[in-house]
Nanobody, 122 residues
C-alpha cells in the first residue's frame, strides 16, 4: 500500500521555483516528515525536515534560505517550496515520514518513503 505520494516535479530554469507536494495516506502516523533528494551514484540526502507537532524546521546547508518546508495538516500534505533553483538541485526528491519525535532531524533514519518525483534544473 502506497502511504506517501509525491507530486509537483518537473523541469525549471536556473533561478526558477517549484513546489513539491506529498500527501500521506489516511491514518499514517507522521510526527516527523522530511524531503530527501538523490542523484545517480550518490547517497540520499536530507534537505528539509519538519516536526509536525510544532512545525519546527531543519534544513541542510545546501538549501537553507532557498527552500521552505511546510504542511497542511487537515489535507495530510507536506510541501517543499524550492526557490532560486540551481543546476545542482537536479535530483529525484523523496518524501519521508516517521513517528520519532525527540530524534526528528536531518539524520533520522525515516521509516516510510514515497516513490519520488524528478526535478530537473537546466
Amino acid at each position: 500500500q502506497v502511504q506517501l505520494v509525491e507530486s509537483g516535479g518537473g523541469s525549471v530554469q536556473p533561478g526558477g521555483s517549484v513546489r513539491l507536494s506529498c500527501t500521506a495516506a489516511p491514518g499514517l502516523r507522521r510526527t516527523c516528515m522530511a524531503w530527501f533528494r538523490q542523484t545517480p551514484g550518490k547517497e540520499r540526502e536530507a534537505v528539509a525536515v519538519l516536526r509536525t507537532v510544532d512545525d519546527k524546521e531543519y534544513y541542510s546547508d545546501s538549501v537553507n534560505g532557498r527552500f521552505a518546508i511546510s504542511q497542511d495538516r487537515p489535507q495530510r500534505t507536506l510541501y517543499l517550496q524550492m526557490n532560486n533553483l540551481r543546476s545542482e538541485d537536479t535530483a529525484t526528491y523523496y518524501c519521508a515520514a516517521d513517528v520519532e519525535l525527540t530524534r526528528c532531524g536531518l539524520t533520522l533514519p525515516f521509516a516510510k518513503w514515497g516513490q519520488g518525483t524528478q526535478v530537473t534544473v537546466s
